[in-house]
Structure formats: C-alpha cells, structure tokens
C-alpha cells in the first residue's frame, strides 16, 4: 500500500527567508501524481502545486517550486520569499495513475507540516 | 466557475440524530470524493464516485454512514444515528479523470 510520510510537524520561517518542507512516499508504481496542498486557518484545502512522475522537470508556481526525486522517493517544498500569508499546515498527497476501472484515484495524505512564518 | 459547494459550513446537533451534509462538484467534473479530516486521523477518503456510481467505498466506517449521489451535480454523505465520534470536518472534492481534486470548503460537524 501507498504511504506518505511528512516528518516535520511544525516548521518556522522569517518572512522574506526560503523555507523547505519535506516529503517521502512509498508505492510500487511508476506512474503517479504528487502534490502539496496548503490548509490555512479556514480550513479550505488549497492546491499549491502538483508533479507528473513521469516529468523530471520540477514543477514550479510562482514562489513555490518542488524537489522531487523519483528514485529516493522524494518530494519536497520550496517556498522562496515567505510572506504571512503563507502561513497554514502543508500536505503532501499522492495519487496512483488513474486507471480504467480500478479504484486508483484516491489521494493519500500526509500527516500535514504546520508552517509558522514570523514577521 | 463557484468551484466545489458544500452545506452546511458548520453543524451542531446531538448524539443519536441525523446528519445530512451536501455537496455540488464542480460542473463536468464526474469523479466526486468525499473526505474525513480528524486531528486523529488526519485525512482520510471515505468514498468516491465516478459518473455517479460509488467505485470505492472501503473507507466508509460503518454502516451509519451512507452516501449518495442521485445525479452529476449533487451528493449527500448522511450519518444516522450521529456519535460524538463523528465530530470532524467533512470535505467534498471534485475531478475530472486524470486532473487536480479540487476541495470545497468543508462542513465542520459537532456531535454533542
């Protein structure tokens, strides 16, 4: 089965600095998507950025661009620039190719990386 | 596009009641998902549907839960009889096929 493992619960950034959160996950696939999703105070689920496995190129959104490592199974989060409105808990998600016909298309998430940033 | 709608945004009610909350995906979207995020379990998919069609509802917990979608546009994730336990937010997300689950707002519900 497919995991996700965020291993810093809570992060700190100065606003202005780059801040770097962590992913790893485990599958047997080739195939797949990742993503991070930011969470603010409001609760509402935001996508920040989203990977093909099968691109090397690293995805990147305006501030935020992500390291991913495909054979370390890696997928990390860089903001540059931190602002307060960055401020929220951080997930990291995996989704499996979708597939015809099998029950492949859900998102398993991470347990989340709250990020503080201090003015 | 008013992206995925969800109500209530914030329930109350006691042990032993019903709970219905309500999604609207997002129009042409035809996978719609419904999640469960506690401070225990984090997030976890209860059930999703395809064109309307329940594909995966292994995450459901028990049979107080049930959910539906009568047509493309609508879903209802019921609890009945409500446990304190039930506490929790409730998200509804929408995609289509191979593209980003887009996440509403959530329901936020308290079983007292």
């Known amino acids: 089965a497919q995991t996700v493992t965020q291993s810093q619960p809570e992060m700190s950034v100065q606003e202005a600095e780059t801040v770097t959160l962590s992913c790893t996950y485990d599958t047997s696939e080739s195939d797949y998507y990742l993503f991070w999703y930011k969470q603010p105070p409001s609760r509402q689920m935001i996508l920040v950025i989203r990977q093909e496995a099968y691109k090397q190129q690293n995805a990147t959104e305006n501030r935020f661009s992500v390291n991913f490592q495909k054979a370390a199974k890696s997928f990390s989060l860089k903001i540059s620039d931190s602002q307060l409105g960055d401020a929220a808990m951080y997930f990291c998600a995996y989704r499996a190719e979708w597939n015809y016909g099998g029950a492949t298309n859900k998102l398993i998430f991470g347990t989340g990386t709250l990020l503080a940033v201090q003015p | 596009d008013a992206g995925v709608i969800q109500s209530p945004r914030h329930e109350v009610t006691e042990m032993g009641q019903e709970v219905t909350l309500r999604c609207k995906p997002i129009s042409g979207h035809d996978y719609l998902f419904w999640y469960r995020q506690t401070m225990m379990r984090g997030l976890e998919l209860l059930i999703y549907f395809n064109n309307n069609v329940p594909i995966d509802d292994s995450g459901m917990p028990e049979d107080r839960f049930s959910a539906k979608m009568p047509n493309a546009s609508f879903s209802t994730l019921k609890i009945q009889p409500s446990e304190p336990r039930d506490s929790a937010v409730y998200f509804c997300?929408?995609?289509?096929?191979?593209?980003?689950?887009?996440f509403g707002p959530g329901t936020r519900l308290l079983v007292l």
């Open positions: 997300a929408s995609s289509s096929r191979q593209e980003t689950q887009y």
